[in-house]
């Protein structure tokens, strides 16, 4: 056996802003929205998880959220974030530990959101272009490709850091909702000289810097995986089929996750698919937990229109894993043992995962079957 990759730390950085966590069974978490609103079934079990990210799209086709309500991305009734804190309020009514995430994309002003009425068309806002991205009196605001509603918020005007940041923080202070799912956090989407991108993304990162020590939970970078170390999170979405492949998704899983950061795999088999022997749940779910440490969750969810899922494979005992994960010789075979004693197995080569179950796992297949 190869050694282990990288030992995890006993204390991340931001452990006072993070959810509950437990090896009992698949660590699980929720990223979706409904475009309506969740049922009081639904929302119990939204409560089940120690992490519920609210996606951008939640509650647009209720009118007693938006009147009119939203069809389209270019919706421009009001206001998401309400909508946020009331179900938070109704998650945190049954379990008051329970994480409540609000998407605030963090490029763009999206129309339905209250921030929009602080971006649109205030250049001491948003971005209003450079040399190479000029614009006129007309149109003050460089407008999001495609849709002529959202606008860039500019981090380097005081203006833009603020709309920014005091639109994430103001959900937090009534105590519904915890933190934010910051989407595009690495990226930068303005359409700016490359002259300008470094000084555009350090005043972006210095001002998410500052947020994240304001809120009271974690903010997730979202959602190709990579780290912003002054985040308490981040998040790759459609795990091992997108971005970095299997193998660079699981590596970003370590590369966070050793070091004591909040981390979530959101994928897919380990929510729809029932048969626990198929190659497809195999693979993903030793994936998922071939680097995981505490703080990394699997999460499911269709982004928007569907109700939460509570797969039996979400109560398959587990336990607290025994050591890190190690490689054969070869440095191909990479596995990882847990207290259950069901041990996972994931090919670099081949990239593909098997698991051989634990006692108390097969007994509760046996009778779940």
Known sequence: MAPMLIPSLRVGPFDAKMPEHSWKTLPVAYHGAAYNYFSAAAIARLARFPVVTLEKCQGWKNVTNFAPPCNTYSCSSC??????EKLGAKIKAINPKSKVIAYFHSNKAMPWYNVSRVVDNDTAVCFNGDALNGTNATAPCIAAANNYSDYFFDFRKPGGAK?????CLDMTRRGHVDGCFVDGCLKIEAPIGKSIESAFMAAKLANLKALQLAVPGPLICGSGGGLNPDMAASQVQSFGTKHAGWWGDMMHVNLSASQGYMFEVHGHELCYNTNVSS?????????FLMFAQKWTYHICGSWC???PVWPKA???????PKSNAMSDASGDVWSRTFESGTQIFFSKANTTGWVKWGAAARAFIAEND
């Open 279 to 287: 190659v497809a749940f195999q693979t993903e779910y030793a994936a």
């Open 163 to 167: 709309a920014y940041y005091n639109g």
């Open 314 to 320: 979400f109560d398959m005992p587990l336990g607290a």
């Open 305 to 307: 229109g569907s109700d």
């Open 79 to 84: 206001c998401e974030e309400r909508v946020y």
